[in-house]
Every structure is written in structure tokens, then in C-alpha cells.
T-cell receptor, first 114, second 112 residues
């Protein structure tokens, strides 16, 4: 049972336009959410995060929105650039336990077309 | 530049072999993790460790074990490799806060 779902395996957008990547979660205990970007043959790299006490966090071209009532978050990239082409993973974390574990979604392959 | 280093980028092993995947971090992080990445399944947690000699099972620990004898090193062991363990293996480390993980570059393991 996947607790973090990315229902779109792929997304293509034109350079300069907005990319919107979506993520849904089922565990109401999740209180911290992150987005990672992964290029082929490399490990994922941290992109942006948001705490459940916020509904928006912005960092340059990247903005993450959190809708707690819908258990939904999204990553907006504006404007999209060809170098943004990568797999994007949504991840969520809950307080408690011996260590903060991240639960990842299945990823969305973003292709930005020049 | 802080790093998580995985000893091998590519490995090919035979069915039934014992396989060791090594991971070293230089950030003095308490927590270390092993994930595998498979198409359509994302990253799934195999094992993690929150202290030296401490370990906990993740979501898919079957067929794997781990060892953490020193804080900086976390090893994943496939006791008897099988073809369904062909995958990309990713090691990560973190401090004890939800600041995210630092990942290694991954080891692409093929079991034939």
C-alpha cells in the first residue's frame, strides 16, 4: 500500500512554461514533505521541502504547495529549463520512531523540450 | 564538499553469491539508510541505522542484512543473491532532523 503516490509517471513541457508535478499521500501523520531530483546514474538530490504548518514554500524557480485537507502537494517550476529534465520524487516524513524515515513516491520523469 | 560514497557504481554477481555493498559518509551523520530504486516503484527502504551497531528493518528487508560497526560506514549484505535483487541501490545519510537526506551516487547491481 503506497502511502505516497505520484500518479503521473511522465510529464513533458516546453521550455519557459510552467511544470507542475503532483503528489498525494494517505498517512495523516506525515508532517514534513520534500522533493528530490534525480539524474540518470546519480543519486537523488534535495530540491525543496515544506513543513505541515505551512502551505507554500518558495526557492527561486521552485515552489511547493501543500493542501493538508486534500493530502496533496505539488511542485511548480517556473520557468522550466531543459536542465530541469530529470526524475522528481516526492517524499514524506512523520515524527516518531528511532529515526526520521522518508517514504518516497514512485517518481515523475519531467522532460523539458527546447 | 560533504559526501556519501558508495564503493561501486556497477556490479555483476552470480545467483547465490554473497554480496557486500559499502557506503561511507563524511558528515558525522547519525542516521544511514539503504534504499533500492526500481522502475515504477520509486525508492523503497530496505534497512536503516540510527547509531553504531543499531539497525532497523525498513519496508523490504527480506533477503538483506546490514552492518554498522563504525559511525561513518553502513554496509548492505545480500546473503545469497537472487535475480530479483537486480536493482539500483542507494545509500543515504542524515542528521536526526527532517532536513532531508544526502544520497550517494548509487550502485547498479545485476544478478545473473
Amino acid at each position: 500500500d503506497q502511502q505516497v503516490k505520484q500518479n503521473s509517471p511522465s510529464l513533458s513541457v516546453q521550455e519557459g512554461r510552467i511544470s507542475i508535478l503532483n503528489c498525494d499521500y494517505t498517512n495523516s501523520m506525515f508532517d514534513y514533505f520534500l522533493w528530490y531530483k534525480k539524474y540518470p546514474a546519480e543519486g537523488p538530490t534535495f530540491l525543496i521541502s515544506i513543513s505541515s504548518i505551512k502551505d507554500k514554500n518558495e526557492d527561486g524557480r521552485f515552489t511547493v504547495f501543500l493542501n493538508k485537507s486534500a493530502k496533496h502537494l505539488s511542485l511548480h517550476i517556473v520557468p522550466s529549463q531543459p536542465g530541469d529534465s530529470a526524475v522528481y520524487f516526492c517524499a514524506a516524513s512523520a515524527m516518531g520512531g528511532s529515526a526520521r524515515q522518508l517514504t518516497f513516491g514512485s517518481g515523475t520523469q519531467l522532460t523539458v523540450l527546447p | 564538499d560533504v559526501k556519501v560514497t558508495q564503493s561501486s557504481r556497477y556490479l555483476v554477481k552470480r545467483t547465490g553469491e554473497k554480496v557486500f555493498l559499502e557506503c561511507v559518509q563524511d558528515m558525522d551523520h547519525e542516521n544511514m539508510f539503504w534504499y533500492r530504486q526500481d522502475p515504477g516503484l520509486g525508492l523503497r527502504l530496505i534497512y536503516f541505522s540510527y547509531d553504531v551497531k543499531m539497525k532497523e528493518k525498513g519496508d523490504i528487508p527480506e533477503g538483506y542484512s546490514v552492518s554498522r560497526e563504525k559511525k561513518e560506514r553502513f554496509s548492505l549484505i545480500l546473503e545469497s543473491a537472487s535475480t530479483n535483487q537486480t536493482s539500483m541501490y542507494l545509500c543515504a545519510s542524515s542528521l536526526g532532523v527532517a532536513g532531508g537526506y544526502t544520497f550517494g551516487s548509487g550502485t547498479r547491481l545485476t544478478v545473473v
